[in-house]
């Protein structure tokens, strides 16, 4: 718009000094329509005019404008997230970031190179929401090799917020200033909240760090440590939390046995309703005593 004015302003000039009159309805006139067509420009290459989108005073509004890094792509679940509408603005996409993701699709590393693969199926996938903005800006820093340097240097030029779930970048994004939203935080904050006293099913797994201990996982993958869960490896469990522990890598429920597996209970209930006599014997291996006082003879047999 500002250039649309700049132009009218220099029209009605050159208007003025040639003819040397003055026309008030070409001085309304001209000033709107010119005005009005730079504005509807401007917004309609808004994507490919830099100096629109940068926010160059540090002391401006804050910005609408979020960056992913190439592993919330890889990732994947920033597609989901937009699908639900709770994420607003711009989502930038730099170009040294479309590169990364480039150079690791075409890796010889079979898992890397389907992970990049994966990362541009999302990109796509992204771009087509209807609902959400997504732009690819070509702001580079040459003078910058790594990319994580180069996104925060960015995030602080365009004051915009990164969008990541790489634990390094995200201390490091945050020491110099710049907002982070990190999707593992997320996640962590959408996860069920238990109470001690509560209780659930769970499939142990495998043994646990400490002596006698199991480990199971809920289906958002929290982990369930079970005490005296070991001998239950293999079984679906019903145990009581005792308490929770968050730590950076995520939260830890801390369960008892609640009840035993019904196998366990069909097994105990078997044995109460055997007779003692056989009881003792199967627990003997299954061998008869000898009755007291027998010998070899005793029965009339030399």
């Not at 994004?173 to 069920?192: C, F, H, M, S």
Request: hydrophobic share 35%.
């Amino acid at each position: 718009m500002s250039v649309g004015l700049a132009g009218a302003a220099l029209i009605l000039h050159l208007i003025k000094t040639s003819s040397q009159t003055d026309n008030p309805y070409l001085n309304v006139a001209l000033p709107v329509i010119l005005g009005y067509a730079g504005a509807m420009t401007a917004y309609r290459y808004r994507g490919l005019i830099p100096s629109l989108k940068v926010a160059k005073n540090p002391g401006a509004a804050e910005s609408s404008y979020k960056i992913l890094d190439t592993s919330v792509i890889i990732d994947g679940r920033i597609v989901d997230i937009c699908k639900t509408q709770f994420i607003e603005g711009t989502l930038l996409i730099p170009r040294f970031v479309l590169r990364e993701l480039q150079h690791i699709a075409d890796s010889l590393d079979v898992l890397r190179r389907n992970k990049g693969r994966r990362g541009l199926d999302k990109l796509r996938e992204l771009q087509e929401l209807p609902d959400i903005d997504v732009q690819v800006i070509d702001e580079d820093y040459p003078d910058i090799q790594e990319v994580d340097a180069k996104l925060i240097r960015l995030a602080r030029e365009l004051n915009a917020k990164i969008i990541t779930n790489d634990f390094n970048l995200n201390k490091v994004a945050e020491l110099q200033g710049v907002t982070v939203l990190n999707i593992n935080d997320l996640a962590n904050a959408l996860k069920p909240i238990v109470l001690p006293g509560e209780t659930m099913t769970i499939k142990i797994i495998k043994e646990g760090k400490e002596f006698n201990q199991g480990v199971g996982y809920l289906d958002d993958g929290t982990m369930v440590v079970v005490e005296n869960g070991r001998q239950f490896l293999g079984q679906t469990v019903l145990v009581e939390v005792t308490s929770t522990l968050q730590t950076a890598a995520g939260r830890m429920i801390f369960t008892r046995i609640k009840e035993e597996p019904k196998e366990q209970q069909r097994e105990g209930q078997q044995e109460e309703q055997q007779p003692h006599g056989q009881r003792e014997r199967e627990r003997r291996g299954g061998f008869r005593p000898h009755p007291r006082g027998w010998s070899r003879g005793e029965d009339g047999r030399g």
